[in-house]
């Protein structure tokens, strides 16, 4: 059953037709073609000799005639006329009292002999009486109609046994001449031909089953590891693989393709893990926090101004909670196509005008000098509420992590057709090793450092979501305690 429906199958099937096909043809057409020529050179020689033989009689028949009316021009009498037969052990001669129309029937029966192919040879008179014949042909003599004068005619004729004979008939002025042979060699060359193809067709035929099922085994004994392979894994032994081969076909590519798809999805659900984990034990924090404030509140009596700070502090953390679940369902429904971004023709200088100056009040605090380096008039096809979103979370890590009295520059410039967005610092950088990581949903350098911050580890997943999905990228230069420079590089609205 399992063979029934497989491709080794309708490969050996195939294959196989198709074989028998171009076989068959083959095989009738060569049939054809040979038989064609065969009768084509038969016919060729036949007429060649019945030919000969009427060019070789004429001249001589008339010689002989010429000097008979010279040597005895009135004793031409009906009894020299008739013919009496001669036998011989292979040839009958018929002739007339003259011995003279000997020699030609004697060099007719010499050329005869030297001939390749025994052909039937038959010579008669104007008046049908026969002057010579071979007897290979039997008993009965060749009747035939009478054809117009100096016309070669050929034919297929049978005689008493049914024997199929091929016949060339020509006259002069003296003779009808007849040439046949027997088309029982042309049969028996198209019968060997026939029991050749007969034998070698359906060996031809088993052989190929043979091999195209051996082959087809062979080449997709792979797949049936393949499937086996993919029916086998599951979300908990995604480290398995299929055995490569080492060689590098469509089964290797195959091979290779599906292995490099488990190790997609291996990555994939392993993110999909840690992110469970980070994301619950993100939460987790905050309730932990509260339940801790609340508990010791509950535990003594508290003056009105502790509770209002156990207040405060609990609407701190819940606050927390929210905007970590709303940055998450935002990043969720971006993953799934969901995201509501409205594209227009966004002017980027107000848009980071305005977020400089709101800037330099958040980083007040700190004593941190923000600059702007330059602005650039350029418009991008975006959602304004994004892209200030996106700008506003460099510049609030820049803030947070630069020291006090530091410094922050913010530039907006056109450049290769595209806008950039620079935010530098001279804060406490990035490690080389870790800045590949900080894109990542909930990760950070510094745990603590980042959550004193008020951070949540999405800040920056959200930039790269938003750059993505505008067309652009964003990405990182940094050094530690040097500081570092964000770029986000966006595509020019169509102009
Ligand atoms: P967070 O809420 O922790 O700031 P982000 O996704 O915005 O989360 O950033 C991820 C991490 O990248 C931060 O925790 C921090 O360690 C590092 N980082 C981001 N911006 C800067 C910066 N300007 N200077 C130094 N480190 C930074």
Redesign the pocket.
């Known amino acids: 059953m399992k063979y029934l429906h497989s491709i080794r199958l309708k490969l050996t099937v195939w294959y196989t037709l198709i074989l028998g096909v171009t076989l068959f043809g083959f095989g009738v057409t060569s049939y054809l073609y040979t038989q064609e020529k065969l009768l084509a050179n038969l016919d060729l020689s036949l007429r060649n000799e019945v030919v000969w033989l009427k060019n070789f009689i004429e001249p001589q028949a008339r010689k002989v005639k010429l000097k008979r009316q010279r040597v005895k021009p009135l004793t031409s009498t009906k009894k020299q006329q008739e013919k009496k037969v001669r036998r011989s052990h292979e040839v009958e001669v018929v002739e007339d009292d003259s011995t003279e129309f000997d020699q030609i029937w004697n060099q007719i029966y010499e050329h005869t002999l030297l001939s390749p192919k025994k052909q039937i040879i038959q010579i008669r008179d104007r008046n049908g009486d026969i002057l010579y014949k071979s007897y290979s042909l039997g008993k009965e003599d060749i009747i035939f109609e009478d054809i117009p004068f100096n016309t070669t005619k050929l034919v297929t004729i049978y005689d008493a046994q049914g024997q199929a004979l091929r016949l060339a008939v020509t006259q002069n002025a003296f003779t009808k001449i007849y040439v046949a042979y027997p088309e029982a060699e042309i049969s028996e060359v198209l019968g060997n031909l026939f029991s050749i193809f007969i034998i070698f067709v359906p060996a031809a035929i088993i052989l190929s089953v043979l091999g195209g099922w051996f082959l087809a085994n062979k080449s997709l004994a792979p797949v049936d590891k393949i499937t086996k392979t993919a029916r086998d894994i599951t979300a908990l032994n995604l480290d398995q693989r299929i055995e490569p081969v080492d060689v590098d076909d469509e089964i290797g590519r195959l091979i290779s393709t599906f292995n490099d798809m488990i190790g997609r999805l291996q990555s994939s659900f392993e993110q999909i893990k840690q992110f469970s984990i980070d994301a619950s034990h993100e939460l987790r924090t905050p309730l932990t926090i509260m339940r801790g404030e609340i508990e010791l509140a509950l535990r003594s009596k508290q003056s009105s101004d502790e509770y209002r700070q156990v207040l405060s502090s609990t609407l701190d953390e819940i606050l927390r909670m929210s905007s970590i679940i709303e940055n998450l369902l935002m990043l969720a429904k971006g993953d799934i196509g969901k995201s509501t971004f409205k594209f227009e023709e966004v002017p980027l200088a107000p848009i980071i005008k305005e977020l400089y100056e709101d800037s330099e009040m958040l980083a007040e605090k700190k004593h941190i000098h923000v600059s702007l380096e330059s602005v650039d008039d350029v418009t991008v096809s975006g959602d304004t509420v994004r892209l200030r979103q996106l700008v506003l979370?460099l510049l609030d890590?820049?803030i947070?992590?630069t020291p006090e009295k530091g410094t922050i520059a913010l530039s907006l410039v056109k450049e290769n057709g595209s806008a950039k967005i620079i935010v530098k610092?001279n804060?406490?950088?990035?490690p080389e090793e870790e800045q590949a990581k900080?894109f990542d949903r909930f990760?950070?350098?510094?745990k603590g450092r980042?959550r004193e911050m008020g951070?949540?580890?999405?800040?920056?997943?959200i930039a790269q979501w938003i750059s993505e999905t505008h067309g652009g990228r964003i990405f990182v230069q940094s050094e530690v305690n040097k500081g570092?420079v964000?770029t986000v590089v966006l595509p020019l609205a169509r102009e």
């Not at 804060?427 to 990035?430: P, R």
């Not at 990760?443 to 510094?446: A, I, L, M, S, T």
């Not at 951070?455 to 997943?461: E, N, Q």
């Open positions: 979370n890590n820049a947070k992590y610092d804060g406490i950088g990035i900080i990760y950070r350098v510094d980042s951070g949540t580890g999405l800040g920056l997943s570092s964000f």
